[in-house]
């Protein structure tokens, strides 16, 4: 097999120009601080302290080892192990090395063939067809071919089936006919641009359909694909165990050897509190460890760890703003909201040397304009003026009531065990400064997500991990009120429009403006507060090497070794 995705027909010419991850449509990011951590870290650090995206601070090992066992702490523990399922990032932090794609997106942000030899999409964008390999089997021994790829897509569309994020990675799809065993051909009601993306997204890989349905609930721990590495078992509030897969005898898209990974096993060992998980490291306890804070990272290197980060991808850290809760279904609270939180502040005192301050709904990688950068200046005197256009009078206590009511913000934190992220707790004091009454609801995951799916709250934290610009639908379209992960509950005809209208332009010039007036739409209409764009960061003892990364921002172990 080729590197290269070999096109049986031509793209159409402007739809050729988004198989590279819709490149034209995305600005760098500016030159000043790098991205951020993957959550917001307890306290600050040293300036500087941070080594560029993808970079390690010590030279990885030049021969890879056969064998051995590498334990990785992360920070929480995943809802589910189906990533058809899941709404969750941690999920594809091991799912993308047990798991394959159609396609594959490189950290060139370029599609290579995985599952797919080949590809071919229509003039009108609405049917893709996938040439397969006929050289793959699932981890339990059956086939992969055109009729796995329709049980799949097929699933995750299934009214009884609770899809997670892989469902908007769907949207319009009218069913996939298999013309012969290793042709799948997909079809889509209206044009899905996106779908070229979405391919390779860590959403929708593929599972066996045999073991699936025989799995029954057993899926969610132990789900069977056809990657490098399988998932052997999940200790609930311990650990997941994959090991090597020895029937996998192809190379995948980003590794530099033939066959399974080097390391027979790999734990992803549960460590909610971040000095903890440090500490595991440090001691090795662990060998690898991700979420760090900044004042651990430059303690970390001294001691001879090597640090490895990459730039999230999607929509970065941000707290949605409930619009049918009051008083946040008022827009000149929203907007105060927005003029009352620092976010300089925020990157100072919780991300300082490894974040910078978000200006969108989307990361400044995905999609950068001078117009959103100068949006909402932290500026307590506007927020008031706001406050007092809508009725809200400065109180004794200085909460701020209007009709004998207090100005109260209710924010919904999640808590995987390690307490909930600080940022929470900065933001509920920079609010108090305008009049604010902030409590913040922290709780466990299952309750959390229940409250955002009945918008109970006025605000909550999320990021959304893609490599496309049409990940503003599973955040903003009315259809996802009540799922995932519309969590502010908007329902705007001229969003679901504009929405709409992404999914189907092929030009990406046109494309990127559709995109950069929806995001200011949206942040006039201040349903979202952008907070900072991140970075994934890895520490890892200086015996191990071969971290590498997806364009999806993933770690992928397969090339790990210990000497």
Known sequence: MGTAVRLVRPLPPALAALSLLLAACQSQPPAAAPPAATSAPSSAGAAGSTPAAGSTSQPAAAAPTQGGTVTIGVDQEPPTM???????????????????????????RKIQPWLAQSYEVSEDARTFTFHLRNDVTFQDGTPFNAAAVKWNLDRVVDPNYKAGGALAQLTGYQGTDTPDDYTAVVHFKDPFVPFLIYAGSPYLPMLSPTATQQQADQVNQTPVMSGPYKIDEWVPK????????????????????????????????????????????????????????????????????QISSTPWVGMPFMMFLTITQPPTDDANVRQAVEYGIDRDALVAALYQGIGQK??????????DDPSLRAMYPHDTTKAGQLLDQSGWSPGSDGIRTKNGQRLTFSMNAIDYGGGPDQSNQLIQ????????????????????????????NNGMELFLRSGELDVLDAAFDSTNVGGNFNWSCLKDPSVDSMLQ?????????????????????LMDQAVVVPLVDQLSVFALRPNVSGLKFSGNSYPLITDMSTK
């Open 429 to 456: 004091g920079q609010l108090r400064q305008i009049g604010m009454d902030v409590s913040i609801k922290a709780q466990a995951r299952p309750p959390w997500y229940e409250d955002n799916y009945k918008c109970a």
């Open 82 to 108: 189906d990533p058809e399922a899941s709404p969750s990032a941690i999920t594809f932090y091991i799912t993308s090395s047990t798991g394959e794609t159609l396609l594959y997106v490189d950290q060139s």
């Open 238 to 305: 311990d650990h997941i165990t994959i090991s090597r897969w020895d029937g996998y005898k192809r190379r995948a898209p980003w590794s530099d050897h033939d066959g399974p990974g080097y390391l027979d096993k790999v734990v992803w060992k549960f460590i909610p509190e971040p000095g903890t998980r440090s500490a595991t490291v440090e001691s090795g306890e662990t060998q690898v460890a991700t979420v760090l804070t900044p004042q651990d990272i430059p303690r970390l290197q001294s001691e001879g760890l």
């Open 501 to 521: 209208q992404g999914r189907q332009e092929t030009d990406a010039t046109k494309r990127q403006q559709l995109y950069l007036q929806l995001e200011q739409k």
């Open 358 to 367: 978000a200006i969108g709904p989307l990361a400044a990688i995905m999609l």
